[in-house]
């Protein structure tokens, strides 16, 4: 049995989080052609034949509990900004990770990441009752470690050459995580730095 119950549906004021369809791929593929996004993610996702094959995966691995896919909504537009993850999910250990988050640029440092992890963090914590969430990123992608300690994690370390990015480069990975006894401080002080 999955952990994750399948359909969950997150609603903030900002944005709204469905489940990843196939339905979403094309508009998904239109906001993923911006190079900025990958710069510093694994995969070049401005090519659309990776990026739906990615997409495609996320789908399969949701049926089988490996990993829960979102799709982020603009409530304001209606209009699909970007993606999100639930991953790397353990229920023996109460642990899961959060990621492979991107969004249009144009949204990036307005809030809408913040709500949108707000969401995310409630769900782990008090639905799944989770007590640890982490999220990585390259230790090169300053911006991404920013938002990532804004959001209230705590910097645990550098994974060395944890993975392999598309353009062959070995990547070193920052890992950051909130644990249970943390959650009730960070939903308080990341409700006071979404900015409406």
């Not at 390259?138 to 300690?149: P, V, Y």
Request: glycine share 6%.
């Amino acid at each position: 049995m999955n952990w994750i119950n399948h359909s969950v549906v997150l609603k903030g004021a900002l944005v709204k989080l469905v489940p990843l369809e196939r339905a979403h791929f094309a508009e998904l593929l239109s906001v993923g052609a911006n190079n900025l996004i990958w710069e510093f993610i694994s995969i070049n996702g401005s090519d659309p034949e990776r990026l739906k094959l990615h997409l495609e995966s996320a789908v399969l691995k949701r049926a089988n509990g490996e990993q829960y896919p979102f799709t982020v909504i603009c409530n304001r537009t209606g209009n699909i900004i970007g993606s999100t993850m639930i991953h790397n999910i353990f229920p023996e250990h109460k642990k899961l990770e959060i990621g492979w988050t991107w969004y249009d640029p144009t949204y990036w440092r307005t809030g809408y990441n913040r709500e949108c992890k707000l969401l995310l963090l409630s769900y782990c914590f008090e639905t799944l009752n989770a007590i640890r969430v982490q999220f990585v990123t390259d230790e090169n992608n300053f911006r991404s470690r920013n938002a990532i300690i804004g959001i209230g994690a705590t910097f645990e370390g550098i994974l060395r050459n944890e993975r392999i990015r598309a353009n062959g480069v070995y990547r070193n990975t920052a890992i950051f995580s909130i644990i249970d006894n943390e959650w009730e401080d960070v939903k308080c002080n990341l409700k006071k730095s979404i900015i409406y």
